[in-house]
């Protein structure tokens, strides 16, 4: 257990309504991932982060942003969700031996 | 850039009998290689990886594998398969060039005949 929190885990929205995805670590780590999982396509990366304010685009960023204001908080943001982004959306850390953990997931259904 | 490819999307095996999950990856640096697995509506868990050091690799819950270079390969197997092994599994490779960004096989759900 890497100490990650996924909240809200479950979510329905509209067409063109704004969400926003945390993701929560208590274990200082620097860099944190966002990615998405759809079936036959495994995940996803969409952005991450190596430090507060530090984010990098990943191979799925368009229609989403990120902010880290702080190091333990890790925000996801569809600014106007669409269909396409329903999906089950993971949050990760690189822990230790450059590993990858992954929190519970949050899964958005875009009507 | 780095890619894997998850051959069979299916697997069904008896319990009991050998689970082989293959996975071939593409990297221009050595990888780093992972393999994860997902119970139902729960998120990734770490199974094994390999990062250089010994080439078979053992893991959590009798899982090995072994990495081939030269087939760039880094199959999964587990000699005798329990009903608790129904999951979906998925490799990774790690690009250690650009952030430690994993790139995903699509995944293989495996199911467990009594």
């Known amino acids: 257990d890497a100490g990650i929190t996924q909240s809200p885990r479950h979510k329905v929205t509209e067409t063109g309504t704004p969400v926003t995805l945390r993701c929560h670590q208590t274990e200082n780590h620097r860099y944190m991932y966002w990615y998405r999982q759809d079936p036959g396509h495994g995940l996803r990366l969409i952005h991450y982060?190596?430090?507060?304010?530090?984010?990098d685009k990943g191979e799925v960023s368009d229609g989403y942003s990120v902010s880290r204001s702080k190091t333990e908080d890790f925000l996801l943001t569809l600014e106007s969700a669409t269909s396409s982004q329903t999906s089950v959306y993971f949050c990760?850390?690189?822990?230790?031996?450059?590993?990858?953990?992954f929190g519970p997931g949050t899964r958005l259904t875009v009507l | 850039a780095q890619s894997v490819t998850q051959l069979g999307s299916h697997v069904s095996v008896s319990e009991g009998a050998l689970v082989l999950l293959r996975c071939n990856y593409s990297?221009?640096?050595?990888?780093?290689l992972f393999w994860y697995v997902q119970y139902p509506n729960q998120g990734l868990q770490l199974l094994l990886k390999?990062?250089?050091?010994?080439?078979l690799v053992k893991g959590i819950n009798g899982f090995e594998a072994e990495f081939k270079k030269s087939e760039t390969s880094f199959h999964l197997t587990k000699p005798s398969a329990h009903m608790s092994d129904a999951a979906e599994y998925f490799c990774a490779v790690s690009d250690l060039t650009n952030d430690y960004k994993l790139s995903f096989g699509a995944g293989t759900t495996v199911t467990v005949r009594a």
């Open positions: 982060s190596y430090g507060v304010k530090d984010t």
């Open positions: 390999y990062t250089s050091a010994a080439t």
């Open positions: 990297s221009s640096v050595p990888p780093y």
């Open positions: 990760a850390i690189r822990g230790s031996g450059d590993t990858q953990y």
